[in-house]
């Protein structure tokens, strides 16, 4: 079978008359031209879905990914807060324990017997006791006295705060010149 031929132009055989081609064969080269640009268009649109399909495909994994890596986010602050939740429930409970000790150490009779057998003490005689008698009116004559000094004190120190930051504003305006 014989799928093409090519005629060989030899410059000897040369002969007057100009070598017309055949009609024929122009038909199928022409025809043969138009079916190669057609399969390479056909192989472009196909290169182009493919490309395009792959993209797409690329696309919806990336979203889908996505959205796996938000739920396994969400699942794992649920998680978390289920811990925290059953540690706030233990320490809750620890406190109550805590609470319900510190209120048996604290009762007086369980202090009185702590003291008594353990630090040895005694309650002391009569004879013993002192009563110191305090004038209100003095005590509040030392209070005011005393409230006088912290606001003599605080005026003193709010002056010298002034007094430093007025320096700090000169210096700042005389670096300003150089």
Do not use: W
């Amino acid at each position: 079978m014989e799928v093409a031929r090519e005629e060989i132009y030899y410059p000897e055989d040369e002969t007057n008359k100009p070598v017309k081609p055949d009609k024929r064969k122009l038909r199928k080269n022409k025809k043969r031209k138009k079916l190669q640009k057609q399969n390479q268009e056909m192989q472009k649109k196909y290169r182009q879905e493919k490309l395009f399909f792959c993209i797409m495909i690329l696309v919806i994994s990336v979203i889908s990914l996505g959205l796996l890596l938000r739920y396994v986010m969400i699942t794992e602050a649920r998680h978390d807060i289920h811990q925290l939740n059953a540690t706030i429930t233990d320490l809750k409970n620890d406190e109550r324990a805590l609470r319900i000790e510190v209120e048996s150490l604290a009762r007086s009779n369980r202090v009185e017997t702590e003291a008594t057998e353990r630090l040895e003490m005694i309650y002391p005689d009569t004879r013993e006791v002192n009563y110191i008698q305090v004038d209100s009116a003095e005590v509040e004559r030392l209070a005011n006295h005393l409230e006088g000094l912290d606001s003599l004190e605080n005026q003193e120190q709010g002056f010298i705060e002034k007094a430093s930051e007025n320096l700090r504003q000169l210096f700042s305006r005389v670096e300003a010149l150089f």
